[in-house]
């Protein structure tokens, strides 16, 4: 697997006040997901891994409260807000914007560290990505900010499509964003395109059976948490209806996806384990660096296309940093 840059730097060495150590054996980490803990297997293991270089171990000298939001964004108040009330040491918001707004909102004093695809400035969690302050840092992973990117690889696949279908999650606190981005770029490459939305597995299942009676000719899949978690399920719906897609993560490539475009969730996981780690021995959000992936990965599945009887024209072929075959 190549490996991702980061930009890094070191922080300040000041204590942080760990607000649950009180009396209690091992300070406690609180991890809040939008999503599901079978869906986020491996990037829960990318976490606990930059926690264990940072020299803790669940179980051993940390402990984490778990809580999940299954996919139900408007859950996730409620479930930072119990993580507050746990008096968790660090509050550490995954899977999208949605968990981070929930977190910066249920706290000014819990050390927050996140891992989102939207930039922080833009979304008001910190005051700049050198010099966060406050109680909140974290890993940008750019997932928001390359839709655009993704449709100009789709438009190299399918140079005549008449309509790209654009699927989003009405519900994800990303889509706006990602959405305009989409739109304006769709504008300036004279490109027609029909964003469809769904959030239940139902509402997907309607969403490609309008592609199919739209003739939609190709697929740019948003990021969102959901249709992470969904992926083999998406992945399943295009082959299904006969429609070449582009997802934001390697994992879908992977997992059978056309082609992907974006950065390692799993190189961030471990960064944002390895920040919560430098919190929980002393150091301030406000002095460490939101982090941010400089290193994109192009991945192509070669046997996803015979599926779609699809031939990846040289130029997309030799530009990609994976061919899977």
Known sequence: MMRREFITALGGAAAWPLVARGQQSQPVVGFLNATSPSSWRPYLDAFWQGLNEAGFVEGRNVAIEYRWAEGQYDRLPSLAADLVRRQVAVLVSTGGAGPLLAAKAATTKIPIVFTTGSDPVRMGVVASLNRP???????????????????????????????????????NANTEDQLKDVQEAAQAM??????????????????????????????????????????????????????????EQREHAM??????????????????????????????????PVLQSIRFEFVINLTAAKVLDLEIPPTLLARADEVIE
């Open 133 to 171: 302050g406050g109680n909140i840092t974290g890993v940008n992973l750019f997932v928001t900010e390359m839709a655009s990117k993704r449709l100009g690889l789709l438009r190299e696949l399918v140079p005549t499509a008449h309509l790209v279908a654009v699927l989003s999650n009405p519900t």
């Open 255 to 288: 997992a059978g996806g056309l082609m992907s475009y974006g950065t390692s969730l799993p190189d961030g996981y471990r960064h944002a384990g390895r920040y919560t780690g430098r919190i929980l021995k002393g150091e301030k959000p406000a002095d460490l």
């Open 190 to 247: 004279g490109q027609r395109i029909q964003i469809l939305s769904a959030r239940t597995d139902q509402e997907l299942d309607a969403a490609f059976r309008s592609m199919t009676e739209l003739r939609a000719a190709a697929l740019l899949v948003a990021a969102d948490p959901y249709f992470t978690s969904r992926r083999s399920y998406v992945i399943a719906l295009a082959v299904r209806h006969a429609i070449p897609a582009i997802y």
